[in-house]
């Protein structure tokens, strides 16, 4: 029987129709060409604290309570992830998430976005990995994540992932989103998306394997041409999911415009199916 896996990718703070010029981020374009992407509205403010609570549980911000990065009265707790969702409905199923940004996977700091589920990760079923870009820089903890992404792929092919990579957004803050130093970190982070694509490719080509892959690639908010973020503009609430599918018989969902709370209803579908 065939084994349905998702895995959801955030790049943090990319600008996704810059992202998509020639030469710009071509594993994503390459991923869009072969499959489907849907444009996103992000709700203001245009923040990383809500706006992964919303694309994560598919709560809106008035729902998981998140109006900064603060997380402040939040209401995480009643908005499952959807890494606990996919594990609660099927108490088989193994989860993964990695991230460099503490507040989505720390069980220590102001949230978690995604819950640690620390019964289920002493048992074997749910890993995290958690490094922090914020003191030690987003280039260089991106690596790791990638590479600790890339090692779960090949060793245990969780049933359900999210990866996030922050270089982006730190490059925005930096130098601006309409600087090179910006479009230097969009093509790295690509190639890290590259890699994790192509540890999948090397997973569905085993042939002790049958396992249909469902990948997602998302962003919370774009970035002002100068840096910044948290407004209105049109630059900063543009987002997407693009979707490819890795292995299987079935066609890459196209699922037309989404609202960001759409994004884990469509990764959950292709488990249940």
Not at 59 to 78: C, I, K, P, Q, Y
Not at 156 to 178: C, I, K, T
Request: with cysteine.
């Amino acid at each position: 029987m065939t084994a349905r896996k998702v895995m959801l990718i955030g790049i943090d703070g990319l600008r996704i129709d810059d992202a998509l010029r020639p030469g710009a981020a071509p594993n994503l374009a390459a991923l869009v060409a072969a499959g489907s992407m849907s444009r996103l509205t992000m709700e203001v403010p245009t923040i990383s604290g809500p706006g992964w609570s919303s694309l994560l549980t598919g709560a809106t911000h008035a729902e998981h309570g998140v109006s900064d990065n603060t997380f402040s009265g939040h209401t995480l707790r009643a908005n499952a992830d959807f890494l606990s969702r996919a594990f609660f409905a099927d108490q088989r199923r193994t989860t993964f998430a990695a991230a460099d940004w503490p507040p989505l996977v720390d069980p220590a700091g102001p949230g978690p976005v995604i819950a640690f589920r620390d019964d289920q990760r002493r048992s074997g079923m749910h890993a995290v990995v958690l490094r922090d870009g914020e003191l030690r820089g987003y280039d260089a903890m991106d690596g790791e994540i990638t590479a600790a992404a890339e090692l779960a792929i090949r060793e245990a092919g969780p049933d359900a992932s999210f990866v996030y990579l922050g270089a982006v957004d730190e490059a925005g803050h930096l130098h601006g989103g309409a600087s090179p130093e910006y479009a230097a970190t969009v093509l790295q982070t690509d190639a890290r998306l590259g890699r994790l694509l192509d540890a999948i490719r090397r997973r569905i080509a085993r042939e002790d394997l049958d396992e249909d892959w469902l990948v997602g690639v998302t962003t919370d908010h774009g970035h002002l041409d100068a840096g910044g973020h948290g407004g209105g503009d049109e630059v900063l609430r543009r987002s997407f999911l693009a979707l490819g599918r890795f292995g299987g018989a079935g066609a890459v969902p196209v699922p037309g415009d989404l609202e960001p709370c759409d994004v884990p209803g469509v990764l959950l579908a292709h488990l249940a199916a």
